[in-house]
């Protein structure tokens, strides 16, 4: 045969093999691969044998029915070399391997390996129906000789699919009953305000929308609801104290295809009541002197409460309150160690409190009543259920058992602080937190984190007092750590190490105030072709804006590649301003190129900026997208206003207007008022949706076009936004494109959930707290009673599974009710949720029913993430769980501050001329509050003014700072009385800017320009009179 004709034969068969191997039902790329490895292995020791194959194979056989399956093995190892496609050899092979017993760990492994792969070859290599029913019949049972179950039951389905056997079937059934989808076991969360039960799954059900309630039947008294969560099954609405009958009926579906409960199972489950357990509100720790003294305590089925007071001094109170223990939940040993070394036990004893069975219990601990005159310093309260006392250790009085107790934190005092750091020191303001008034002569004592006074000050009749810049300065221990006041017999203290509190969800955005040289560069274009000259204008200012002049400059430019392609030092050229000119070589590297300039070459660049080096087109149209609303509503269109121009100022008329729009998820609601909420069900995945604008527009002769395309409206509960993406065809063919999102926002209410706390700050056994709020879709604010809340612990298992030729494992998690309840949304005010926590995972979700919290009957509903110090928690969300506020019978006695403030609206003068006033009105959530307060700007000292009700700032002197060219950010902090809650706290901010009309500019255009040349332009800058 001829060397063409061999080629045209192996290309034939090639050729034809390729529709076989597509047509598999069963594909492993992992097995494959490993088939090959095992083949290239087994030509290089055993090659092809002398011995006829069909002799080799009865030889095989023969050894493996009388059992000699090691024997077996080299006969079926000959066969598969003496004739690689066949399958029977391969089949052989894999019986063989499976047959014998390994004698170590090592050769377990690799028979173990042998087996799957000769029988995955086996499979591969059969060309009828009959050989891959009987090659995937021994695949089969290979993967159940190892323990892989899932593999095993789903090639034996696929070989019984293929061609049936009896034996195949008997094994098959058998192994479906006993490792296919199965029940393997419940638990009742007894210990929820609403228990459940749940049973658990070998697999994960059913997806979609699939009614799981005909699958359960009850008996046993409640209002029944089914719902189903990854592997388990769920039903809500049982009561305490009382005993139920569940039957679980065949036909449970699962996720996996053709795959159902096999039998029904019976369970008599009897609910408990809920262990005795208690519990404090919150990490907050500020308790006022005046009005409410009482210790919120919550209690649950317990009539008597054993509780300790211990002291830790102010002179030792830094060590503590930078500690990892502050405001944590203790451990029985942490306890002992304030008691013995930290500090003192002040008070001991029990406290009879109200129990109703099975319902939280809010009671009052009187603090001043119990301890007398407080001194300074923090207090501990710890508290446990009476008759719950764990045996003590033998040389104390205090258990070591490990588990936290319930702890709370806490200062009684009538001195609310505030502090902001600057250039110029750090600045403390004292109010009141019965009034909110300022609080004059107070003691004020700068502590360092090494615990060394650094300077007492008093406040003035203000409730100020500024620290100098160089105590605020220090480095290390010196640093400043926390700030205490002392006023006759009242104390209280600010701790300086936090974190600053974040007003970026208040409108404060922008980058980082410069603190010496601050340089503005900017080219004259971004874009640039290689051999042209990129022109460089720079300005030099200080951090008050002001020019600095007589200061030379050194450039950088770097390549894409960080390689330095010039520096030059370039001296200034008047008002801090200089123009420099960067010639590109021919040929100069593509990318995004960087110019550094620096004040001095050895320390940090001072300014930056950067453009791009293309080979590209310039083009030669303009277009402005303008949307006919900035926020869609779900299902309604999107009206575009395109407007197209050439650059040399014809409109661009008769032009095809094409488009394509993205619905997908957005990282934030749009709904106004919900920054800082999550919104929505985050664990719902939502693949992206795009399509093409329906119709095909041309522009008018004024270029101008309106495009309206209707948006999908998609079944996410979750944040969606819509990219619309328009393309304008110019003359030459080639087609510009702009795009714009727009958010969507929901028809009807939405549910927002809000951390009080930080990813990764909760401890064992403390407190989780969240805000809750309901608004439409335009923001306006909901009120609803009955909002429900349930708080989930989140577990997470693991299946192992063989792949790839390794080991791996999968995540199985499973939830488990932990607390639930119901709330109140006011319209003015968030609600508050809160729960304790130990370690693990946790989920909550709140949900909403009525027509008016949903048109769609559905019910709103949010889910939120805890964060634990061992491990993160995951975002779990589901559609119709939720979570609600519960009015508590103790709502008078929330009495710590809220550890965020409430969020102010400040509507100010945007311009405001130099030397004159400004003026800006201050609006808050809550309007039936009597607000004081002041304003801090950010470069300058803060100022206070006794103010009315709603904060309204007229004809205030406008001081130096509200002379700086950049303007100026001013933060308004304040403090709130209402009559039945303490003083709280409120932030808000409002940009106040010179304005930009003070000056006159007169130019004069010169004679004549040529192209590519220079114009000389003379201008004249004068001070105006006249705004």
């Not at 709130?976 to 706290?985: H, M």
């Amino acid at each position: 045969m001829s060397l063409l004709a061999r080629l045209a034969l192996i290309l034939g068969l090639t050729l034809a093999a390729a529709p076989a191997l597509a047509q598999k039902a069963y594909v492993r790329p992992d097995l494959a691969g490993d088939g090959q490895r095992l083949e290239e292995r087994l030509k290089r020791e055993v090659g092809a044998s002398q011995r006829p194959f069909a002799t080799l194979l009865r030889d095989g056989n023969a050894a493996l029915s009388r059992g000699d399956a090691r024997g077996a093995l080299p006969l079926a190892n000959a066969a598969a070399m003496t004739d690689p496609a066949n399958p029977a050899g391969w089949r052989l092979m894999a019986q063989a391997a499976i047959g014998i017993e390994p004698r170590d760990y090592r050769e377990r492994y690799e028979l173990r390996e042998r087996a799957i792969s000769a029988a995955y070859l086996a499979y591969q290599r059969s060309s009828s129906r009959t050989e891959e029913a009987t090659s995937l019949g021994v695949l089969a049972r290979v993967f159940e000789k190892n323990e892989l179950w899932r593999p095993a039951l789903t090639t034996y389905r696929l070989s019984l699919d293929i061609a049936d056997n009896a034996s195949l079937r008997s094994d098959y059934e058998a192994l479906r009953a006993q490792r296919g989808f199965r029940l393997l076991s419940n638990k009742v969360d007894s210990d929820a305000a609403s228990p459940r039960a749940c049973f658990e799954f070998s697999e994960p059900l059913a997806r979609g929308r699939v009614d799981f309630a005909p699958y359960v039947a009850i008996t046993g008294k409640g209002d029944f609801a089914v719902s189903a969560e990854e592997r388990q099954l769920c039903v809500d609405g049982l009561r305490h104290g009382e005993r139920y009958g569940f039957v679980i009926r065949q036909g449970v579906p699962s996720a996996l295809p053709d795959e159902k409960l096999l039998k029904s199972s019976d369970y008599e489950v009897y609910v408990r009541d809920r262990a005795p357990s208690v519990r404090f509100t919150g990490k907050n720790y500020v308790l006022p002197r005046t009005g409410q003294q009482g210790v919120p305590v919550v209690s649950v089925n317990a009539g008597k409460l054993d509780l300790e007071v211990m002291r830790i001094g102010d002179r030792n109170l830094i060590n503590s309150v930078h500690s990892e223990d502050f405001l944590s939940q203790l451990g029985s040993y942490n306890a002992g160690q304030i008691a013995a070394d930290k500090g003192a036990s002040v008070w001991k004893g029990t406290m009879d409190v109200k129990s109703e069975l099975n319902k939280d219990v809010v009671t009052a601990f009187p603090v001043l009543e119990a301890v007398g005159q407080l001194q300074p310093g923090v207090y501990v309260m710890f508290a446990r259920p009476s008759g719950t006392q764990p045996a003590s250790s033998p040389d104390g009085d205090y258990d070591y058992d490990g588990s936290p107790r319930a702890t709370q934190w806490f200062v009684v005092s009538d001195l609310g602080l505030t502090s902001f750091s600057g250039p110029d020191g750090v600045h403390v303001l004292v109010r009141s937190l019965a009034d909110a008034t300022p609080v004059a002569n107070a003691d004020l004592r700068l502590i360092a984190r090494n615990n060394e006074v650094l300077a007492t000050i008093r406040s003035d009749r203000n409730g100020y007092a500024r620290f100098d810049a160089a105590l605020g300065k220090g480095q290390g221990g010196n640093a400043p750590g926390l700030v205490t006041a002392t006023l006759a017999e009242d104390y209280g203290f600010l701790d300086l190490k936090q974190t600053a509190f974040d007003l970026s969800d208040r409108g404060v955005k922008g980058r980082v105030a410069p603190v010496g040289l601050d340089a503005f560069l900017y080219t004259e274009r971004g874009v640039y072709r290689s051999g042209e000259t990129v022109y460089l204008t720079s300005l030099l200012r200080d951090a008050k804006g002001a020019a600095v002049a007589g200061l030379p400059l050194t450039l950088v430019v770097r390549r894409p590649d960080g390689v330095e392609y010039r520096r030059r030092q370039v001296e200034d050229q008047g008002a801090g301003g200089r123009a420099h000119s960067i010639p590109l070589i021919s040929g100069a590297q593509t990318g995004t190129w960087r110019v550094q300039a620096y004040s001095d070459p050895k320390g940090a660049a001072i300014g930056e900026v950067s453009f791009l080096v293309e080979d590209y087109v310039p083009e030669r149209l303009e277009l402005t997208l303008a949307p006919k609303k900035p926020v869609l509503q779900a299902g309604e269109p999107a009206e575009i206003d395109v407007t197209a121009r050439y650059l040399y100022g014809a409109p661009g008329s008769d032009l095809d207007v094409t488009g394509s729009m993205t619905v997908r998820a957005a990282g934030q609601s749009a709904i106004p008022g919900f920054a800082g909420y999550e919104v929505g069900l985050t664990d719902e995945a939502f693949e992206p949706q795009q399509s093409e604008f329906e119709d095909t527009a041309k522009t008018d002769a004024s270029g101008k076009v309106t495009l309206v395309n209707p948006v999908a409206e998609p079944e996410a509960n979750r944040p969606l936004e819509v990219e619309l993406t328009v393309r304008v065809g110019e003359p030459g063919g080639r087609a510009i494109a702009r795009s714009v999102t727009l958010p969507i926002v929901p028809k009807g209410a939405a549910i927002g959930v809000r951390k009080t706390f930080k990813d990764g700050e909760l401890g064992n056994g403390q407190t989780a707290s969240f805000d809750v709020i309901m608004a439409n879709g335009d923001g306006r604010r909901i009120g609803r009673q009955g909002v429900k809340w349930t708080l989930s612990k989140v577990t997470r298992n693991y299946q192992w599974f063989y792949q790839d030729g390794r080991w791996n494992y999968e995540g199985v998690k499973s939830t488990r009710r932990v607390s639930d309840g119901e709330i109140a949304v006011a319209e003015n005010a968030p609600a508050r949720i809160a729960a304790p926590v130990e370690w693990g995972n946790y989920r909550l979700d709140v949900s909403a029913d009525g027509a008016d919290a949903d048109p769609d009957g559905v019910g709103g509903a949010d889910r939120q993430r805890l964060h634990g110090q061992a491990e993160q928690a995951d975002a779990e969300k589901h559609r119709g769980a939720g979570a609600e506020a519960r009015p508590q019978a103790g709502e008078a006695l929330r009495v710590f501050e809220s550890d965020r403030p409430d969020d102010f609206e400040d509507s100010g003068q945007q311009e405001n001329e130099p030397g004159h006033g400004c003026s800006f009105r201050r609006s808050g959530a809550v309007p039936d509050a009597s607000w004081s307060g002041g304003v801090v700007p950010t470069s300058g000292r803060p100022s206070r003014k006794r103010r009315p009700e709603r904060m309204s700032l007229k004809d205030r002197p406008a001081a130096d700072w509200f002379r700086l060219p950049t303007g100026l950010q001013v933060q308004t902090p304040a403090r709130r009385v209402r009559q039945s809650q303490l003083a709280l706290q409120a932030a808000g901010s409002a940009p106040q800017s010179p304005s930009p009309c003070v000056r006159q500019v007169a130019l004069v255009r010169c004679v004549k320009a040529m192209p590519r040349g220079f114009a000389a332009v003379i201008a004249a800058v004068g001070r105006s009179q006249d705004r």
